[in-house]
């Protein structure tokens, strides 16, 4: 079910979702000082293109420096990113089929908004 899922997914929203967060890496590392952010924006990039079977947690030992990236990325990238997903989201619910994908694009706003000190493992 998480392929067909996942198959459903990348053709509706994933692949445009993916490449927002891609073109946004390559700016953050274009940008060197914010290379952090480019490479949170491209392991975004990979669990936007292949959401279902895996889940989002907080990395341990991120502290303060995280914290502030994230407010920093908020203003310069994350809501525009977090935008496309609530737009993405009601868009998909409009359809019966679309429902389960909306919920995932919903599932992504938190870190689309807030990348750093996050890591995407394998769901339970």
């Keep these: 079910m998480r392929t067909l899922l996942n198959l459903i997914w990348l053709v509706l929203s994933g ?4 490449v927002g967060y891609v073109v946004t890496g390559i700016v953050c590392c274009v940008l060197i000082i914010t290379i952090p952010w480019g490479l949170a924006s491209f392991r975004i990039a990979n669990y936007a293109l292949w959401p279902f079977g895996r889940t989002v947690v ?3 030992g991120s502290g303060a420096p995280s914290v502030i990236g994230n407010v920093i990325w908020i203003v310069v ?15 998909l619910c409009v359809t019966i089929i679309g ?3 909306g ?3 919903f599932k992504m ?4 908004l807030m990348p750093l000190g996050k890591e995407i493992v394998p769901a339970p």
Excluded: E
Excluded at 15 to 18: R, S
Excluded at 109 to 112: E, H
């Design 15 to 18: 692949f445009w979702l993916a």
């Design 58 to 60: 907080d990395r341990p």
């Design 77 to 91: 990238a994350g809501i525009w990113l977090a935008i496309a997903h609530a737009v993405s989201g009601v868009a």
């Design 99 to 101: 429902i389960p994908l």
């Design 103 to 105: 919920i995932a694009n």
């Design 109 to 112: 706003i938190p870190v689309s």
